[in-house]
Structures are given as C-alpha cells and as structure tokens.
C-alpha cells in the first residue's frame, strides 16, 4: 500500500465552544467510556488540502477535507454484511469476571439479560462477530454471534427488540410516537465502524493531524485510509486510521492504535457488505415461545446501541438525549470540569470525600483485578491509585477526587499537583 504524502491540520472555529457552556463537559465525558473516548464536538472541520498520490486500488486523488466531506455527505440507508470487532483494552483475564459485570448490572435491579444497554457493552473487550442490516431510518438489526448463541437487536418502526437465546430472554421497548425512540436513544459502544468513525471525527480540532495516507480493499470494496493523530505528546492515542469506501463514502475498518504501540486497542471492521436492500423479514420479531419477556419503560425509548450508526443520516434529537458527563451514574459527578486542552484533555470530578476502598469489596476476584491495574502514586495533592489500561488511565485520590482521560500517568499527576 503507497502513502499519500500529506501532512494535514485540523483547525475547529470553537464557536460552538464559546455559546454552550456544556461543551467543556461534553470534552470530559469522552474520556469516561473507553471506546467512545474520542468524542468532542467540532462544529467546523478546516484542513488544509493536500493532494494524494496514487495508491493501490488506483483511486483519483483527493484531500483529507474532501473525505471527511464525503463521509459526512455519506447516505447509505440500506446494506448487510458482517462486522467482526477487536478490542484490547490490556484488562487481565479473570475468567470472564469483567463480562460478567456488564451483564450482572442489567440483573441486578431486576432486568433482562437481553436488555441492550448491557449485552452490547460485551464489545468492549475480546473479539467479537456481528451481522448487521439496515434499511433506512425505523428499521436495523444487530446480532452479536456467540457460538451457537446469539443476541440480537431489532428496529423495526416502534418496536426494538432485544433477544437473547442463550437464556431465551426478550426485552421490549416502544415509542410513544414514530420516531421516538431514535429521539430517546443514548449513546453506548457504537457497533460498527461508522459508529466509532463518528465519535473520532468529532474529537478533530486544532490539536489534530489528519492525513489521506493510501487506499486499501476493505470488504471486496475500494477504499481510501484516513488517518487521524493528535498533535500534542502526553496522549495514550496513537492513531486512528479510517477506511472510507470510495463509492459511498460509509466508513467500513476503524483501527484505533495506542502511542505505546502494539496491537490496535480498537479495530472493527466489515468483512462482508451488501448495499441492496434487506428481505423484510429481516427485521420482523416475534417472541419464542416460552420466552421471558421484559417489557421497558414506553417513555424510556432505546436503552442501547442500536443499528442507528449503520446509516448516514443521524438520530434526530441525539444530542438532547445523550447523557451528559456524570449523569447517569451512580450519585453523579459533583464539580465535573475538564483540565488541558484537545487529546490531552483531563476530566476532574469529585466521588463524594471518598477513595478507593482497598481490599474491602469482600470479593477477593474483583480486588485482585481492581489490585493488577492500580499502581500507588503521590505528589503535591496527597497520594492516590493510577488505574491503567492502554487507552483510558485515571488517578483516584485518597480524598476521592478523581482525574481520567487518554493521557499518561505523569500527566494525571502533574493535573492533580497542579489543581491544588
């Protein structure tokens, strides 16, 4: 594969910075999912353009700003295909104890285990294999193979269905009106690569190098490769590299690699991908018999990541809907800000005067994972625990104040120095 020989900046206007006193948080709260930590608003993408020089497949040559515009003119409404999704956050295996956190949470107040908002945050770790479909805005489908299991999620105008056949359990939602639950539906793993190829572009800014670098086939499709970098040193991100299909402009491999080096943190990707129209009985459902059916809230809308970044076009209302830094967790985030600037961006949040517990959980598998990742620290602002992955680190104080973001441990050191 031959380079493109660019060097692209990315700049933002910051307007939107100026007028929403919330952008700040919405900065910070990238940083609290690991796979979605590269999700920043831009309101303006400028880069200055550089022209390409072949590559193979043999495509006409085009500038970083003219695929970002081609991805965002993007308007797929229908495809199949099969997306196989990596992600290697460096967690250590326990067994499947971290699973089972995701799938315990959606239990442990009474819910099903085919509720979307827990089984789809399976994706992020392991290796994973989905077949996706979508035929304009109401109807899609995800189905998460595992084995002889599978998990499925189905749009299909009001209804979302979430189905487990592992433990032959259904989860419904509804909407009051059409539309509604797009309106409704928060943010979660994305599940596809234009899911994770949106929430980079957002991160873009004036901290941004963004690059053609070469085409590739991805799917049996000819595609350019986007590359995104920041600028600044001190980030744990290395480079983001998008394969758009040169056709539609659809995102079809996200590969997100750490600046430690290694294999990709993140790498989803098509492996198959049919742009025709899916059969309706597609995403036609009905309940097995037997089934355990849980029915969710009508006004609560979607509670997972469903088939919506397969399209081009956005859910309406999303931005209204997506939780805010802290919302949504237990107690909240008391004094949530953000310390530094683009990729080097630190979220400051309080936990309420209390640190971690050491070895006071009474489960000896969750402290031993809790104990592999954290690494003892001190400074100005007292002494605390680093916890590592290869993407996210966050530093929890001993007087329960807490610094998380994409960055090394010296610089959440050097934050909490600084901030006192």
């Known amino acids: 594969m031959a380079p493109y020989a660019s ?23 990238r940083y609290v999912v690991p796979v979605a930590v590269v999700g920043v608003a831009a309101a303006t ?36 295909g099969t997306v196989k999704i990596s992600t290697d956050l460096g967690l250590p295996n326990l067994g499947g104890l971290e699973s089972s956190f995701a799938s315990g949470a959606a239990r442990g107040d009474g819910g ?20 996706v479909a979508a035929d304009g805005p109401d109807k899609g489908k995800v189905s998460l193979l595992e084995g002889a299991a599978e998990y499925s999620v189905i749009h299909n105008g009001k209804d979302v269905w979430g189905y487990d056949s592992k433990s032959n359990e259904v989860y419904h939602a509804t909407s009051a009106e059409s539309g509604g639950a ?12 234009k899911g994770l190829a949106d929430e980079a572009l957002k991160a873009v800014d004036e901290t941004t ?42 995102p079809l491999k996200f590969t997100l690699t750490p600046a430690s080096g290694g294999a990709a943190v993140v790498d989803a990707g098509f492996t198959r991908v049919d ?16 089934a355990k059916v849980t029915e969710g809230d009508e006004h609560e809308g979607v509670k997972g990541d469903t088939p919506k970044d397969l399209r081009g076009d956005t859910w309406k209302g999303a931005e209204k809907a997506r939780p805010r830094a802290g919302e949504g967790l237990a107690g909240g985030l008391d004094g949530l800000k953000t310390i530094g600037e683009g990729w080097n961006s630190i979220a400051e949040f309080e936990t309420g005067g209390q640190g971690l ?32 992955t290869r ?30």
């Open 112 to 131: 099903s285990s085919a509720d979307p908002q827990s089984k789809l945050l399976e994706l992020a770790s392991g290796t994973h294999t989905l077949r």
């Open 45 to 80: 993408i400028g880069l200055v353009p550089a022209l390409a020089d072949s590559g193979d497949p043999d495509l006409p040559k085009v500038t970083a700003q003219q695929l970002i515009e081609k991805i965002a003119k993007s308007d797929v409404q229908q495809l199949s």
């Open 7 to 29: 060097d692209d900046s990315a700049r933002a206007t910051g307007a939107d910075d100026a007028d929403d006193p919330r952008a700040g948080r919405r900065k910070a709260a």
């Open 391 to 420: 993407l996210v680190n966050a530093l929890i104080t001993d007087d329960g104040k807490v610094y998380a973001g994409a960055v090394t441990k010296a610089a959440l050191v050097k934050a909490a120095n600084a901030a006192q």
């Open 357 to 388: 517990p050491t070895g006071a959980s009474g489960n000896s598998d969750v402290d031993g994972f809790l104990n592999s990742l954290g690494d003892h620290v001190t400074g100005k602002f007292g002494s605390g625990t680093v916890f590592s």
């Open 182 to 193: 797009e309106e409704k539906a928060p943010r979660d793993v994305p599940a596809t690569p």
């Open 275 to 290: 742009f025709s129209k899916p059969a309706a009985s597609t995403f036609a459902f009905t309940p097995p018999k037997g």
């Open 209 to 250: 190098s963004v690059t053609v670098d070469g085409t590739a086939h991805v799917a049996g499709r000819d595609a350019y490769r986007l590359v995104i970098k920041p600028r600044q040193s001190g980030s744990t991100v290395g480079a983001i590299s998008i394969a758009v299909d040169a056709r539609t402009g659809l």
